[in-house]
């Protein structure tokens, strides 16, 4: 059954205008409840936090046992002899020998130190959302967003005896909209987890609606994408400006 809830009520209509926002659409192929979805207003401050991981390797003794075998060690260098005399044993063994021997001469085996790519960090987002209710139907609405986020960040059991498996929880796709279209200039997110979310209820007044509801509730949202992300998922061939 599809359901698509808006705030603020206006957006509806300001969005056909081109005014933008963000749509948050639970995964079809992850949750069961398909169609469901939340569009909010487009939030100041949107970060994307891109990361590559690497990592320092030394690469000393590779390289003086490759000068060895191939006689290019100078004859004057004195751990150049150091080593020859420990070629052949277990790279421990070596390593152990050339210290000792090192701190006798006073000197160090260069480590030739080199740079090795480990892999791509796994992108997050963060989202905050301050909303104020103009009318009643307004502060329904807020009340079913926030249980939308909070329903679905969770898992369900998977059923049997004493419930010790957990389904995952569903993925968001995460969609900025400008002018009707998707933005080509904001981030392009693939499906994420709802990692964390807090809800502050009133962090400016301590009214209450005569129905009970608060005058203002913030919602802050991070998201986590399902995978670490290579150049190709980003980028067609030969693109730069998408993205």
């Given amino acids: ?89 277990s790279n421990e063994a070596v390593a152990g020998f050339v210290a000792g021997r090192s701190i006798e001469a006073r000197l160090a085996v260069n480590p030739f130190t080199s740079v090795a790519f480990e892999g791509t960090g796994i992108r997050s987002f963060d989202f905050e959302f301050n909303m104020i209710p103009e ?4 502060s329904k609405t807020i009340n079913e967003i926030e249980n939308f986020f909070r329903k679905y960040m969770y898992p369900e059991a998977a059923g049997g005896e004493g419930n010790l498996s957990l389904k995952y ?37 301590n009214a209450y609606h005569a129905t009970g509801a608060p005058v203002e509730t913030k919602i802050a949202l991070s998201f986590q994408e399902s995978k670490a992300l290579i150049r190709n998922d980003l980028y067609e061939k030969d693109s730069t400006n998408e993205g």
């Fill in 1 to 89: 059954m599809s359901q698509i809830l808006t705030f603020p009520s206006s957006l509806r209509a300001k969005a056909d205008d081109g005014d933008a926002y963000v749509s948050f659409i639970l995964d079809k192929e992850t949750s069961p409840d398909t169609g469901k979805s939340v569009n909010l207003y487009l939030p100041m401050g949107i970060t994307v936090a891109d990361s590559i991981s690497y990592n320092s390797v030394d690469l000393g003794f590779d390289k003086a046992r490759q000068a060895f075998q191939s006689d290019q060690l100078a004859q004057e260098d004195i751990l150049a002899r150091v080593i020859k005399e420990a070629a052949g044993n």
């Fill in 169 to 205: 929880p569903p993925l968001f796709e995460i969609k900025f909209y400008v002018n009707g279209e998707e933005s080509k200039y904001l981030p392009k997110i693939f499906n994420s987890y709802l990692t964390g979310m807090t809800t502050t209820f009133n962090s400016s007044t």
């Fill in 135 to 138: 009318s009643s139907e307004e």
